[in-house]
């Protein structure tokens, strides 16, 4: 089992609906990223938290470090928006251990 | 600006050739990285360095061996190149106390 699990592997939706990919992690942390890819592309980090819930845009991101989850929403989703999201865990100050990325997909 | 840049963005070689892919930063950040992602785009990590001093190695193959002149440079250089090796490689940049990482672009690797 990774120590890092995403749900779910593949996510397909209609433009403008609500998005939500969730991340579940069994080691300790100290921070969580998440980042997208889009296809042959390069990878942008989107978001780092350590607790609570961070804000850009459509997307938000949570975090409950108690129950080592993490939630990535995206709100009015557009078809821009189809990329692998991805998430990483810090696991000390040097090392990310990466989650097995779930692919959206979304249609006009 | 490109914040984390590598060369070459493609790479294709024989086997048993050595070859290097380059990696600079320009956001004065002390700590690089270098990531692989395999055919089914799982990332994990290789290599870290810190203020040009190894950190992490991943039970890499002795073949690859990373070279970090100065902070804001880490290159990979792979010797005696194996088709398992191909993949999509990624060079990264942080600080060591808890900011966002930047990835470059990617170097998609082809062994043939």
């Known amino acids: 089992k990774n120590e890092v699990e995403q749900s779910p592997q593949n996510l397909t939706a209609q433009e403008g609906e609500f998005i939500t990919i969730n991340c579940s992690y069994s080691?300790?942390?100290?921070?969580l990223h998440w980042l997208q890819q889009h296809p042959g592309g390069g990878i942008v980090s989107l978001f780092m938290l350590s607790s609570g819930k961070k804000k850009h845009g459509r997307l938000i991101a949570t975090i409950n470090i108690q129950e080592k989850h993490s939630s990535l929403h995206i709100t009015a989703s557009h078809p821009r928006d189809s990329a692998d999201y991805i998430c990483?865990?810090?696991?000390?100050?040097?090392?990310?251990?990466f989650g097995t990325g779930t692919r959206l997909q979304v249609f006009p | 600006d490109t914040a984390v840049s590598q060369t070459p963005k493609y790479l294709v070689t024989q086997m048993g050739n050595d070859k290097s892919i380059k990696c600079e930063q320009n956001?004065?950040?002390?700590?690089m990285y270098w990531y692989k992602q395999d055919s089914k785009k799982f990332l994990k990590i290789m290599f870290s360095y810190n203020n040009k001093e190894l950190i992490i190695n991943e039970t890499v193959p002795n073949r690859f061996s990373p070279k970090s002149p100065d902070k804001a440079h880490l290159n990979l250089h792979i010797n005696s190149l194996e088709l398992g090796d191909s993949a999509v490689y990624f060079c990264?940049?942080?600080?060591?106390?808890?900011?966002?990482?930047?990835f470059g672009q990617g170097t998609r690797l082809t062994v043939v």
């Open positions: 990483a865990v810090r696991v000390n100050t040097d090392k990310l251990i």
């Open positions: 956001l004065g950040h002390d700590t």
């Open positions: 990264a940049s942080s600080t060591r106390v808890r900011t966002e990482a930047f």
């Open positions: 080691v300790g942390i100290s921070a």
